[in-house]
């Protein structure tokens, strides 16, 4: 499996493409959420095409619109303790990808919470993959 980088100098922040999958689908959701429509459509567009390989990463909406991170640790909230594989295979579909357990929703506020706390070191960049 690969991961994406994401950069802001100095600090850099590895995320594996999974765990930013699951990240991107409940950004889109908290965005969503809060009626932020065209926030929504530019996560959206975080691509991901292959092992490690994701294009069109730009990080300056969630710098922009900080309270997508908060709507989306709402919107993993609502499903309990796990994201169940039902939900998964349904909502998160990508060729390629296999969900063949349920994840952990602590993992998965985790992993934006850590994403958080780096692009708001000083509003950071990513660059495509």
Do not use: C
């Not at 689908?25 to 929504?40: N, S």
């Not at 294009?55 to 169940?84: C, K, M, S, W, Y």
Request: aromatic share 6%.
């Amino acid at each position: 499996m690969g991961h994406h980088i994401f950069v802001n100098e100095p600090s850099v922040l590895v995320i594996e493409d999974g765990d930013l999958e699951l990240a991107r689908h409940f950004l889109i959701l908290g965005a969503m959420d809060l009626g932020l429509d065209e926030a929504g459509k530019a996560i959206e567009r975080w691509e991901w095409n292959g092992p490690g390989v994701w294009i069109n990463v730009e990080t300056r909406v969630l710098v922009d619109h900080p309270a997508i991170f908060e709507a989306a640790v709402q919107a993993i909230d609502r499903l309990g303790t796990t994201i169940d594989v039902a939900y998964l295979k349904t909502k998160l579909r990508r060729f390629g990808t296999i969900w063949l357990r349920p994840q952990e929703v602590r993992l998965v506020v985790q992993n934006i919470n850590r994403l958080r706390q780096h692009v708001s070191v000083g509003g950071a960049e990513s660059p495509e993959s």
